[in-house]
T-cell receptor
Framework: GDSVTQMEGPVTLSEEAFLTINCTYT??????LFWYVQYPGEGLQLLLK?????DKGSNKGFEATYRKETTSFHLEKGSVQVSDSAVYFC??????????FGPGTRLSVLP | EADIYQTPRYLVIGTGKKITLECSQT?????MYWYQQDPGMELHLIHY???????EKGDLSSESTVSRIRTEHFPLTLESARPSHTSQYLC???????????FGPGTRLTVT
């Protein structure tokens, strides 16, 4: 079945550092790809998405490009802030099927 | 802006009690979901619904039950709570034509 793999956390960075969280997927078709963010004590929020190969999703300074050749959707941000501390989930969905979420990566940004 | 609500936000209850976790959405979405989130953060789908009178079990076996009598409402019930049910429960919904899921704020359940 379809699956999503994320880099293990926790990831700890200093403020203004560059962030990359790796995400790779396995799917039989052509899924849509998503990044969700969960702040402490809250539910998940959609951060960005891409629906086809080479699409770039972006929001709040975060970016991710749908790479079909490497089956990847890595999340990047050029300069992280303390307020970016959260858990980040990579996910895929296709054909009206249920979402497949990765295990989540916890990010801590230190001032 | 997505509007999906869960009550209560926090619940501490004794073993053997019956509880119902409420979830409502005002977006008219057909699909609704319940996830259990363990302390390690991973999400496990326990129930979902395609619309009124539709309920399906998810990937993770759960002793809970759900109902979908109205489009906007998808409550989850535990007939007899146990300490193993202690977890965070997240409700979500999505439009049939789109893939994005919108999540509620969650209910943190502790069974003593």
């Amino acid at each position: 079945g379809d699956s999503v793999t994320q880099m293990e956390g926790p990831v700890t960075l200093s403020e203004e550092a560059f962030l990359t969280i790796n995400c790779t997927y396995t799917a039989t078709g052509y899924p849509s790809l998503f990044w969700y963010v969960q702040y402490p004590g809250e539910g998940l929020q959609l951060l960005l998405k891409a629906t086809k190969a080479d699409d770039k999703g972006s929001n709040k300074g975060f970016e991710a490009t749908y790479r079909k050749e490497t089956t990847s959707f890595h999340l990047e941000k050029g300069s992280v802030q303390v307020s970016d501390s959260a858990v980040y989930f990579c996910a895929l969905a296709q054909g009206g099927q249920n979402f497949v979420f990765g295990p989540g990566t916890r990010l801590s940004v230190l001032p | 802006e997505a509007d999906i609500y869960q009550t209560p936000r926090y619940l501490v209850i004794g073993t053997g009690k019956k509880i119902t976790l409420e979830c409502s959405q005002t977006m008219g979405h057909d699909k609704m979901y319940w996830y259990q989130q363990d302390p390690g953060m991973e999400l496990h789908l326990i129930h979902y619904s395609y619309g009124v009178n539709s309920t399906e079990k998810g990937d993770l076996s759960s002793e809970s039950t759900v109902s979908r009598i109205r489009t906007e409402h998808f409550p989850l019930t535990l007939e007899s709570a146990r300490p193993s049910h202690t977890s965070q429960y997240l409700c979500a919904s999505s439009d049939a034509g789109l893939y994005e899921q919108y999540f509620g704020p969650g209910t943190r359940l502790t069974v003593t």
